[in-house]
């Protein structure tokens, strides 16, 4: 199945926030790997096979980036309710930079700050 370029850096920047869960001691080597892969791509280069290949390595990173790409996009903050109930939305922040995306799941979770560049992460809305 062939994914959208936009979709793949969207799950790399998606990511980062579980890496230590994912990952343990690999976790930092990981996000670096990750935050210049997306400056990469931000200054126009073709990254998303290489942020794919990284992600694929290990496998929960794996598990976790083929249910973000899927179509029930559980990791993105939204799920199927059973019955005839709705999707679910929990409130998106990125880095003004555009190299990390965080979900607030939870009403009054701190908002974190960008590992890579030290900032406050804003609403995506803004």
């Not at 936009?6 to 890496?19: A, H, K, M, T, V």
């Not at 942020?51 to 559980?74: C, G, H, M």
């Not at 939204?78 to 880095?95: D, H, M, R, T, V």
Request: proline share 7%; glycine share 8%.
């Amino acid at each position: 199945m062939a994914f959208q370029p936009e979709d793949i850096l969207e799950g790399g920047r998606s990511i980062r926030p579980f890496l230590p869960e994912l990952l343990g001691n690999d976790a930092v080597q990981v996000d670096k790997q990750l935050a210049e892969l997306l400056a990469q791509a931000k200054a126009g280069q073709q990254v998303e096979q290489q942020i794919l290949e990284i992600l694929k390595s290990y496998p929960d990173t794996r598990n976790w980036i083929a249910e973000f790409l899927s179509e029930q996009q559980v990791s993105k903050g939204f799920q199927q309710l059973p019955g005839s109930g709705e999707a679910l939305s929990a409130q998106k922040y990125i880095c003004p930079q555009g190299d990390y995306v965080w979900y607030r799941r939870v009403v009054g979770a701190t908002i974190p700050t960008c590992p890579t560049h030290g900032v406050l992460l804003i609403p995506a809305d803004q």
